[in-house]
């Protein structure tokens, strides 16, 4: 067991998922490659097209692994392994290891690359980075103004939103991108996002809410309103959210309010629930944020919230396939809200 009880982010908490993160992110093995062989000249052990992300089981779960230790150690940065971060991040982004991890996006076979899943991820990895005073933001750039190039020419494009509990979630990217777009100050792309997230989303009415699905770590349901919670301004989010969920003052949908059971968390899919857990919390702590504090449902949402963290914040480390990944979106959950993300020195 990792904790036996709902905490907030602390300093003793921020350590703890910090080593668990430092124990993977430079693992190379076992790994799961997003690859397209186009010859035998392709075939190369993965850590020499991407000298940074090439731990913690897949190339998405090392980049968002790196989102934890920068978000942590700008947090707190005299935490115990603070040191050990900032030496990882000095000696990952140098500009040959970004220009070679910029390089494999070239390849005619990679345009579906890590799409849209670990594009947003590595975006939110960049919003980050550019919280800090360090270079880091500035020798990461040429990677992430490729993932956003790539993503501005995706959406005009996708005519339908992508609605699942996984990777290809088109709302969890949006979300993502959202925020990197914001801390980035790019005003263009948040007006393309925004637009698409309108586009997609806008008009939803009545959510059934048929989840969780076995191998979800996202709930398409709560991670849309999550998405429309930085799209529209609060009086509108709440007219859109009693809409789309005209029933949750009264925890209906039923299964929106349930924590998933996690039967197997040695079995990769199915430890997809305890994520599924912690992103429904860090989506019902949005929707509450959002609404006014008399609103009906807003109780129910923060209860919800600290039900779902509970079940599955003691199970980020333990077994390799969850502890890959967990513990960034038990960050999600815990972390403040981005509005109130402050630069420290670091």
């Known amino acids: 067991m990792f904790l036996s009880s709902v905490a907030d982010l ?9 080593k668990i993160a430092l124990g993977h992110v430079t693992r190379p093995y076992p790994h799961k490659a997003d690859h397209v062989f186009g010859s035998e000249a392709d075939i190369a052990p993965h850590t020499i097209d991407h000298p940074i992300f090439f731990g913690s089981y897949d190339w998405h779960s090392c980049v968002h692994g ?32 970004v220009e070679t991890e910029r390089n494999y996006l070239l390849r005619p076979t990679s345009r579906g690359f890590e799409r849209p899943y670990g594009w947003a991820w590595l975006l939110m990895l960049q919003a980050e980075l550019l919280r800090h005073p360090a270079t880091w933001a500035g020798t990461l750039a040429p990677l992430a103004d490729a993932f956003a190039r790539r993503f501005r020419d995706y959406l005009p494009l996708a005519t339908y939103p992508v609605r699942t509990g996984v990777h290809s979630s088109t709302a969890f990217a949006l979300r993502l991108f959202l925020e990197y777009a914001d801390q980035a100050g790019d005003l263009s792309l948040l007006s393309l996002l925004k637009a698409k997230a309108l586009d997609w989303y806008g008009q939803d009415r009545e959510a059934q809410a048929w989840e969780p699905s076995g191998e979800d770590f996202l709930s398409a349901t709560l ?11 609060p009086r509108e989010f709440t007219v859109w959210f009693d809409s789309f969920l005209p029933r949750a003052r009264l925890r209906q949908p039923e299964t929106l309010f349930a924590p998933a059971t996690v039967s197997d968390r040695s079995d990769g899919k199915i430890a ?19 609404l006014a504090p008399d609103h009906p449902a807003g109780a129910a949402a923060m209860e ?26 038990a960050l999600l959950a815990l972390r403040p809200a981005p509005s109130a993300l402050q630069a420290t020195t670091v």
């Open 304 to 329: 919800t919230a600290g039900t779902h963290l509970a079940a599955s914040l003691p199970h980020v480390s333990g077994d390799y396939m969850g502890e890959h990944w967990l513990a960034s979106f």
């Open 223 to 233: 991670v849309e309103a999550a998405l429309m919670v930085r799209v529209l301004p």
């Open 66 to 97: 790196y989102w934890l230790l920068a978000t942590l150690l700008r947090l707190f940065p005299a935490m115990s392994p603070a040191d050990e971060i900032r030496t990882l991040l000095d000696d990952s982004l140098t500009p040959a290891k």
């Open 10 to 18: 602390t300093p003793g908490l921020a350590s703890r998922l910090a």
């Open 272 to 290: 997809h629930l305890d994520g599924l857990n912690l992103s429904r919390a860090w989506c019902w702590q949005a929707i509450a944020a959002a």
